[in-house]
């Protein structure tokens, strides 16, 4: 019999875990083309079923139709609820490039550009011309357009004669500004508009621009003179910076012009424009005042406005009417004075030149006889500008209208303030508002509304916590905090805890949901899951036994709650206290024998405790479970080497490797491994060191991958030099790839992440006695001076020599100049593992190519048909070279990175150790996001990339 809806619903309220009841409803949507709907039932059919691949299955099939759902179906006050919706998903389904290009999308639509831009890596080169890589890269671009003061606008029709004395006074302006300010590095643009000249105005341009390559200059060209409007409006379409001036090409600026402008917008930030004096050429001391005034408000040449203010008036007039020269720039003076307020200055900055048959020269006999004339440009308009008047009017009535909006919005909300004067009100009307807005996704509306009212009723809690509702939507967790302090007693204070710690644990903001999540605990001490979450936060800050603590409680409420006794489990193991650990992961397994994850870590604790062969059975039913699960097959293969099954135990890390390649630990052990049958045992190591002078390293091999290794071991071992200690280092390939023979570690250490101390810096060895675990990816240049030193340690000893020079010869051969690159993509491509472009590469090498003496490119890659891009250098790679053994197939690579004479390195710290290494690269360069390109930097003055 064929079910409907509404059976599948009956069959939930009957059995509220029915996981196949609502995976059911969840296809009936995706049928229905509601992808978000089918995606909330598939995720709580996982949340009962926990089978992680079978969701991600579901999941797959409904994520791009949620994702058109969202980006085709949003309206713009629907976009907060539709990142929260993408959030929400991001959390548990890997982030791909449609994800990330909706997400991205509308973050940039909410102003979140740094948190866009971190989605960037996560769409291919392939996809970068999408709209969202563009509205990304425009939005940079504009960023780095704000280094600028401002732009000149300069239209230009027939200029030849005078538009170089207009450049250079534009030139004499900024020498007089930096001059007078002392900014050095002030910079004004230049936006040159060519209207239709027929004379020599355009290489007049170009040859003053050769004379000035350093200034910034952009050229437009109209094919057809399109009158001044439009060209000076094209001409602020291609500006930079937040300052707008106008200059006509037969007139100039005095030096002082740009200080007097932009200082008196600096002085007055509510002003959007300033307009100065002018000198009216021969005839300036004939002007009448009356003509004075009006030319002076209406000329374009000496006003300043800012850039943001001129968008907002939509230009100078440039329809029909207004064409050619008619009345433009009276109507552009128009609607700035009606929609903002402005500045003048008697001070005269700009000069008015009169030449035959220019405007000035015409209205020459008016302006010096004329009395009387109106200060009001545009007030007397002869019928012949009926129609551009109209349009003059409708111009200020928009801009008009647009203010009184905003001022009618600030209106209310002083408004609904002041209702709270009625202090017996049970709902202020306050609240239903801003709850309103709230609703809308408008927070940015509800609290200056919701600050307004406090500021009248001080003491009303409700008020506090509605504000802390509203910043927590507007992502501001430590004020939301302060409200909800103030909101100690109001029902529902607990939750809204509760539901700040759920924001700023989504926005990574840990400590601020740790305090959020034990607030709630304390309101309301029944919240197991505020207790668990507490718990939780704190087993990844490391804070052990206050984590325990936390999980105990939420289990003293909740005995058989699954997850807690599982991080209660982890909790205990990291502390030591192996029994414990077993007796809670076996209740948790018990509880949920379909969680592999329980079963991987129940395999661990067994492990620790030495029953090795109970271990390799829970970690063999671990992966039964969940086949995909790194930690199954990584637990396993450690019990199977325990009990002496070496090639099972490969096969195990295998599996582990193809569940999460990016993992150092399966890397590690599936290399030693294979060295081990190829090459026997490494050196044995030397013994143990003096008491109280020992430093071990215990998770060398475990955290980060050969790149990572070389890092944490050759600095500990400067490290521990420096200071007369003895490094203690587990198994690792450093002891067969380059004879290191250090001891082996004693007895446990207390253990320090090196990123909450400073080796370099410490000069007493006062870090003796402890085990320091890390990635070592930071500033370098405090070891600088030992830079020999670290490059000793890793030169290829007596099994790895012969591979290394018999690879690095056949590269030399090719050529006298070695230009190496390294390109990782395999495992990178997503959070800070993020992929630089291969157009980088090639944009560098196409600089520098030609000028080197008989170059030959080698390129380490993980992903060999990337060099096809680099074909016509006639590239090598690894797959050319002599295979190298088993387990150590990147060897040759990093090798020649480490000896080439110029070196590009990736985002990864597997070049990056190259370039510290290499004792003679006479260059090294590597990609930098912020500017799209390679850049040249020194290894041993810099942070080494990830």
């Known amino acids: 019999m064929e079910l409907h809806e509404a059976d599948y619903r009956q069959a939930i309220v009957a059995n509220p875990s029915d996981a196949s009841a609502l995976q059911a409803i969840a296809i009936i949507a995706l049928q229905a083309g509601d992808g978000l709907r089918a995606m909330r039932q598939f995720w709580r059919a996982f949340l009962i079923h926990d089978d992680k691949a079978v969701f991600d299955q579901q999941a797959r099939a409904a994520i791009d139709i949620l994702l058109e759902q969202l980006l085709v179906g949003t309206q713009t006050e629907d976009v907060d609820d539709a990142v929260a919706q993408l959030e929400w998903l991001s959390e548990f389904v890997p982030i791909s490039s449609s994800l990330a290009r909706v997400l991205g999308a509308f973050r940039l639509i909410q102003g979140r550009d740094e948190e866009a831009a971190q989605l960037r890596p996560f769409i291919p080169p392939e996809e970068s011309d999408g709209s969202f890589v563009r509205a990304l890269e425009a939005l940079q671009t504009s960023r780095r357009e704000r280094d600028f003061l401002g732009s000149v606008v300069i239209p230009a029709h027939n200029a030849q004669a005078t538009i170089e004395r207009a450049l250079d006074s534009v030139m004499a302006c900024i020498a007089h500004y930096r001059a007078e300010t002392g900014e050095a590095e002030a910079k004004v643009h230049i936006s040159i508009v060519d209207d239709g000249s027929k004379d020599d105005t355009l290489a007049t341009i170009r040859g003053w621009s050769a004379r000035y390559p350093d200034q910034s200059l952009s050229l437009t060209v109209h094919g057809i003179g399109r009158g001044a409007g439009a060209a000076r409006n094209a001409g602020a379409a291609a500006a930079k910076g937040p300052l707008l001036w106008f200059l006509d090409a037969d007139d100039y600026f005095l030096d002082h012009h740009f200080l007097v402008t932009a200082q008196a917008l600096r002085d007055h930030p509510d002003a959007a424009f300033v307009r100065t004096g002018m000198v009216f050429d021969r005839i300036d001391d004939q002007v009448t005042p009356g003509w004075r005034a009006a030319s002076e408000g209406s000329y374009p040449c000496n006003l300043c406005i800012r850039r943001e203010a001129h968008e907002k008036t939509g230009g100078f007039p440039d329809e029909p009417p207004f064409r050619p020269a008619m009345a433009e720039d009276v109507g552009y003076a128009r609607v700035i004075l009606a929609r903002f307020p402005g500045l003048t200055t008697s001070s005269k900055t700009v000069f008015y030149s009169m030449s035959p048959g220019n405007v000035l020269d015409k209205m020459r006999a008016e302006m010096t006889s004329t009395p009387g004339v109106s200060t009001d440009p545009g007030r007397d308009i002869a019928p ?29 909300a002083r408004l609904c303030a002041s209702l709270l004067d009625d202090a017996a009100g049970e709902a202020p009307p306050v609240l239903e508002l801003a709850q309103m807005w709230l609703d809308r996704g408008q927070h940015g509306r509800a609290v200056p509304l919701l600050h307004a009212a406090i500021a009248v009723r001080p003491t009303d809690a409700r008020l506090h916590l509605a504000l802390a509702q509203a910043l927590v939507r507007d992502l501001r967790f430590w004020e939301a905090m302060s409200a909800l302090r103030a909101a100690a007693d109001v029902p529902g204070v607990a939750q809204a805890w509760f539901d700040l710690g759920v924001a700023a644990h989504r926005e990574g903001r840990r400590d601020a949901a740790i305090e959020a999540f034990r607030n709630a605990a304390s309101l309301q001490p029944d919240l197991v899951s505020a207790h668990y979450n507490v718990g939780a936060l704190l087993m990844e800050a490391g804070d052990i036994d206050a984590a325990v603590q936390n999980l105990q409680a939420a289990l003293d409420r909740q005995p058989d709650h699954v997850n807690a006794l599982h991080q209660l489990g982890l909790a205990l193991g990291r502390r030591g206290d192996r029994e414990r650990a077993l007796s809670h992961l076996s209740k948790a397994s018990r509880l949920a024998p379909e969680r592999g994850d329980i079963a991987a870590q129940t395999s661990d604790v067994l492990l620790m405790l030495g029953r090795t062969d109970e271990a390799a059975a829970e970690a063999e039913r671990a992966a039964s479970i969940a086949p995909d699960l790194y930690q199954a097959h990584a637990v396993g293969a450690k019990a199977l080497e325990a009990n002496g099954r070496d090639d099972d135990a490969l096969a195990s890390w295998e599996r582990a490797i193809a569940c999460n390649p990016g993992f150092g630990e399966a890397f590690s052990r599936r290399a030693l491994l294979l060295l081990k049958r190829r090459w026997g045992p490494a050196c044995t190591p030397r013994p143990q060191g003096e008491q109280g002078r020992r430093v071990s390293a215990s998770r060398l091999g475990l955290d980060g991958r050969f790149g990572n290794q070389l890092l944490q071991y050759g600095f500990l071992r400067l490290y521990t030099e420096r200071h007369g200690l003895t490094l203690e280092t587990p198994e690792w390939l450093g002891r067969h790839l380059f004879d290191l023979d250090d001891p082996l570690p004693g007895a446990p250490l207390p253990a320090v992440d090196e990123q909450r101390i400073d080796l370099a810096a410490d000069r007493t060895g006062r870090f003796a006695q402890h085990d320091i675990h890390g990635y070592f990816c930071g500033d370098v240049s ?45 495992d990178y491509g997503w959070g800070p593992f993020w992929i630089a472009p291969t157009t980088w590469y ?29 074909r016509i250098y006639r590239p090598i790679i690894g797959r050319d070279l002599p295979a190298a053994p088993e387990g150590i197939e990147f060897m040759p690579d990093f090798h020649i990175l480490s000896q080439a004479d110029i070196l590009a390195t990736s985002n990864s710290t597997f070049s990056g150790a190259a370039a510290l290494i290499n004792p003679a690269a006479n260059a090294c360069f590597r990609p930098d996001r912020n500017i799209g390109a390679l850049t040249p930097f020194a290894p041993w003055d810099a942070p080494v990339l990830l």
């Not at 012949?384 to 909006?405: G, N, P, S």
């Not at 944009?843 to 680099?870: G, H, N, Y």
């Open 384 to 412: 012949r500008f009926r129609a551009a008047e109209i349009l003059m009017r409708r111009r200020i009535y928009a801009v008009r209208r647009e203010a009184a909006l905003a001022e009618e919005q600030s209106e209310l």
């Open 782 to 826: 405090g070891w600088a001076g030992e830079r020999e030193r670290f490059r000793t340690l890793f030169r290829p000893g007596r099994d790895a020599a012969p591979i290394m020079d018999a690879a690095l010869s056949q590269v030399r051969r090719a050529g006298r100049t070695l230009v190496a690159i390294h390109l990782r993509r395999g």
């Open 842 to 870: 090639l944009d560098w090498l196409s600089r520098i190519w030609s000028d080197l003496d008989e170059p030959v490119l080698f390129i380490a890659t993980d992903d060999p048909d990337t060099a096809d891009a680099f």
